[in-house]
């Protein structure tokens, strides 16, 4: 299984979204982070793991689950860093494979030393700003699929057939 490691203000930081929502709502960031999170999480079928330091939410180590992205609040006086290369050392193994999502330099290599890939955050916006562009096209080309009558119907037969089940008279 793969597994998406993410610096939660490190991409809170380089998202233009989300960089200009933490300006007026500091958590709706946050969320609008996991909420994406999740979408990527949907659609690859990863495991992900989104952390953040504990200097912006004080006291013990808090985690939860939101859609299937697990998220984690580090104990005090530990970075999200510091979380990062653990989890990436405790879940590198020959069946998973960990990516870390980060532009902090130090931290890929710190990463890419244990064995865990990494992907910038402007990489990982580019990859989520295409995985919703190829589903959009995706519902596009269904909707534009029209189911055919089994009975041969005249145009204005499906115009009133079309009223009757819009409830329109």
């Not at 300006?23 to 953040?52: N, S, W």
């Not at 910038?120 to 596009?140: G, V, Y």
């Amino acid at each position: 299984m793969d597994i998406l490691l993410v610096d939660g203000y490190n991409m809170i930081g380089a998202w233009p979204e989300l960089r200009q929502l933490k300006d007026t709502d500091f958590a709706g960031a946050r969320d609008r982070l996991v909420k994406l999170m999740a979408e990527y999480q949907g659609v690859h079928g990863c495991r992900v793991i989104v952390v953040f330091d504990a200097h912006f939410v004080k006291g013990t180590e808090k985690k939860y689950h939101d859609s299937k992205v697990e998220v984690i609040f580090t104990r005090e006086n530990e970075s999200a860093d510091e979380r990062i290369e653990k989890l990436a050392i405790e879940l590198n193994n020959v069946r998973d494979q960990v990516t870390v999502a980060t532009s902090d330099y130090t931290e890929q290599w710190a990463v890419f030393g244990q064995g865990a890939l990494r992907v910038s955050a402007r990489e990982l916006l580019t990859e989520l700003s295409e995985m919703r562009k190829s589903i959009e096209k995706n519902l596009d080309a269904i909707s534009e699929v029209k189911l055919q009558a089994r009975i041969p119907l005249s145009k204005e037969q499906t115009e009133i057939l079309e009223k009757w089940r819009r409830g329109e008279k």
